[in-house]
Structures are given as structure tokens and as C-alpha cells.
T-cell receptor, first 114, second 113 residues
């Protein structure tokens, strides 16, 4: 596609439920990132994929968070047993393989845990 | 530990004025410093970027000034327009092969007509 697509755009869930957030990167982009943006804060790195493997998961805040990527394409971020502090905008970005430029962010999924 | 500190949190400027946003970093391994512009409901979009071997970079009305010895960099928006009203993030990249970005907390810029 022309850009990074994320779905859903908004998600309201009850505390304790599991949620899945989806990211469709730009076709051909081998690198994919998830970031979290809490209200009034900058973006926090969560996880990095190169192809289908995740060499850097250092930003995942707890074992309730997990992510996978298949076919060097779609990625899913799963949050189990959601807590109110998980409320944030979750942003996905993909990057072309050539150097430090070329990050493209999606519009994000706004997650609200009630 | 906040590796990139950004100020101010919010900024109000009159149309035609100069908007200045400042950032400071700690990690000397950073080697690329982008600025992102974010409108409500949208993801951040790259505005302008600089490498530490350059002291200034200008693109249209947007200029980055970089002070390597002080580990500081700033964004100047000349002739600010109401359409520039957005949240601006400085970021830093480097210190590893994963190209992950470290962001400041953002500055909400409002340009009054």
C-alpha cells in the first residue's frame, strides 16, 4: 500500500480483556517498529522486527505484551489482561532497508482501557 | 532516564513570528537527529533532520541548529503560519544497528492568526 495502515483506529476495552492491534507496513519494508505514545508524552520504543524476527524486544513493558510478524508483512501487537495504564496510542512504523532514513509511521491505534 | 529532553512543552506564537524548540541529548552514540511534526489523529511525519558533523541545516522555513559540544539542537520555524500548529518532536537515532528512535516529549505549537 501507499502508507502504513493500522487497525482498528480506536479500541475501547474493559480492564482484564486481551486486545490485538494490527499493522500493515509499506510493501517491501523489511524493518517494522512498534511505539507507544501516552498522553502528553513522546513516543516510547516497544519492539523492532527485521523480517519476521524480533532482535530487539527491550521496550516491551511487561510479559503481558507480545508481538509477532508473519510473511515479512503484517504485524500484530497483543496486550493480555489489559490495565488502565495501557491506555495510549500505539504507533507502528516501517522503514526501508537503506540506512537511517525512510521511517514511515501509521496513524496509530488509540487504546482506551476502562 | 530520559535520553532526549525537549522544551518548551507548549509554545504560542503569532503569525509571522519565529518558533524555537530546543532539545538536549545525553548519549554521544546518537548520530542522526530528526524532527517530526504530528497533527491530531495522525502519525508523526519527518520534517527535517541533521547529522552531528553539520552545525546547521535549512529547508524552506525550517532550520535545525546543532551544537555537538553542548549536545544540544534546536528547531527554528521562521514566518510561522497557523498551518504549522501541531506537536513537534525531536528525536535521536544511533548507537545500534536497529535504528530505533529515542524521542523527546514533544512541544505543542499554536500559531495564532
Amino acid at each position: 500500500g501507499a502508507g502504513v495502515s493500522q487497525s482498528p483506529s480506536n479500541k475501547v476495552t474493559e480492564k482484564g480483556k486481551d486486545v490485538e492491534l494490527r499493522c500493515d507496513p509499506i510493501s517491501g519494508h523489511t524493518a517494522l517498529y512498534w511505539y507507544r505514545q501516552r498522553l502528553g508524552q513522546g513516543l516510547e520504543f516497544l519492539i523492532y522486527f527485521q523480517g519476521n524476527s524480533a532482535p530487539d524486544k527491550s521496550g516491551l513493558p511487561s510479559d503481558r505484551f507480545s508481538a509477532e510478524r508473519t510473511g515479512e508483512s503484517v504485524s500484530t501487537l497483543t496486550i493480555q489482561r489489559t490495565q488502565q495504564e495501557d491506555s495510549a496510542v500505539y504507533l507502528c512504523a516501517s522503514r526501508s532497508g537503506t540506512g537511517a532514513f525512510g521511517y514511515t509511521f501509521g496513524s496509530g491505534t488509540r487504546l482506551t482501557v476502562v | 532516564q530520559q535520553q532526549v529532553k525537549q522544551s518548551p512543552q507548549s509554545l504560542i506564537v503569532q503569525k509571522g513570528g519565529i518558533s524555537i524548540i530546543n532539545c538536549a541529548y545525553e548519549n554521544t552514540a546518537f548520530d542522526y537527529f530528526p524532527w517530526y511534526q504530528q497533527f491530531p489523529g495522525k502519525g508523526p511525519a519527518l520534517l527535517i533532520a541533521i547529522r552531528p558533523d553539520v552545525s546547521e541545516k535549512k529547508e524552506g522555513r525550517f532550520t535545525i541548529s546543532f551544537n555537538k559540544s553542548a549536545k544540544q539542537f534546536s528547531l527554528h520555524i521562521m514566518d510561522s503560519q497557523p498551518g504549522d500548529s501541531a506537536t513537534y518532536f525531536c528525536a535521536a537515532l544511533g548507537g545500534g544497528s536497529n535504528y530505533k528512535l529515542t524521542f523527546g516529549k514533544g512541544t505543542l505549537l499554536t500559531v495564532n492568526p
